[in-house]
Antibody, heavy 119, light 110 residues
Framework: QVQLQESGPGLVKPSETLSLSCTVSGGSISTYYWSWIRQPPGKGVEWIGYIYSSGSTNYNPSLKSRVTISVDTSKNRFSLKLSSVAASDTAVYYC?????????????WGQGTLVTVSS | QSALTQPASVSGSPGQSITMSCTGTSSDVGGYNYVSWYQQHPGKAPKLIISAVSDRPSGVSNRFSASKSGNTASLTISGLQTEDEADYYCLSYTSSGTLIFGGGTKLTVL
């Protein structure tokens, strides 16, 4: 079955850009929507944005000015960039695949990766 | 966009049933049949337990059920078990084409 794996630096300095990738295995990235979600330590989950395999995107309005999500179908992975990070961006970052219908839910999740913003 | 409203906590005894709510607006929960529910145990990724308001994915216990009325969605867990103790989140599609989570509900099985 399809599996997702997040990867990227676990420590990012304030004001720099956080970059993560999500590699999809056991299935194709095509014809699905893919989301990034984050969860600050001890807090609830927050949706960051999604991308369709064709490259169309939509972002959380509160993060839109700092977020870019891209897809590389040749490598079966998609990526997140969050610019101008601050301590409040410290969180576990998850990637997830939407259900086949697109909006039914997030059916498959990665295990998550902790990103700490600190100098 | 503001998070959907969920009670901070609910509790119940083993064998009992509990219901938790997820309240939004006509621009999200009330406007679309695209509410999903997630169970999250400590240190784990959230797990989809209900999709599209009331559909249970394969492998999810039939003790989990859900519905929607107006701007409020509800998740019911029957025959509570100790392993049901977890955080639960709702998620809705919005009129802007975005997604929005609820603040989460901590379920304690007494």
């Amino acid at each position: 079955q399809v599996q997702l794996q997040e990867s990227g630096p676990g420590l990012v300095k304030p004001s720099e850009t956080l970059s993560l990738s999500c590699t999809v295995s056991g299935g194709s990235i095509s014809t699905y929507y893919w989301s990034w979600i984050r969860q600050p330590p001890g807090k609830g989950v927050e949706w960051i944005g999604y991308i369709y395999s064709s490259g169309s995107t939509n972002y959380n309005p509160s993060l839109k000015s700092r977020v870019t999500i891209s897809v590389d179908t040749s490598k079966n992975r998609f990526s997140l960039k969050l610019s101008s990070v601050a301590a409040s961006d410290t969180a576990v970052y998850y990637c997830a695949r939407h259900t086949r219908s697109g909006w039914g839910g997030l059916g498959v999740w990665g295990q998550g990766t902790l990103v700490t913003v600190s100098s | 966009q503001s998070a959907l409203t969920q009670p901070a906590s609910v509790s119940g005894s083993p064998g009992q049933s509990i219901t938790m709510s997820c309240t939004g607006t006509s621009s999200d929960v009330g406007g679309y049949n695209y509410v999903s529910w997630y169970q999250q145990h400590p240190g784990k990724a959230p797990k989809l337990i209900i999709s599209a308001v009331s559909d249970r994915p394969s492998g999810v216990s039939n003790r989990f059920s859900a519905s929607k009325s107006g701007n409020t969605a509800s998740l019911t867990i029957s025959g509570l078990q100790t392993e049901d103790e977890a955080d639960y989140y709702c998620l809705s599609y919005t009129s802007s084409g975005t997604l929005i989570f609820g603040g989460g509900t901590k379920l304690t099985v007494l």
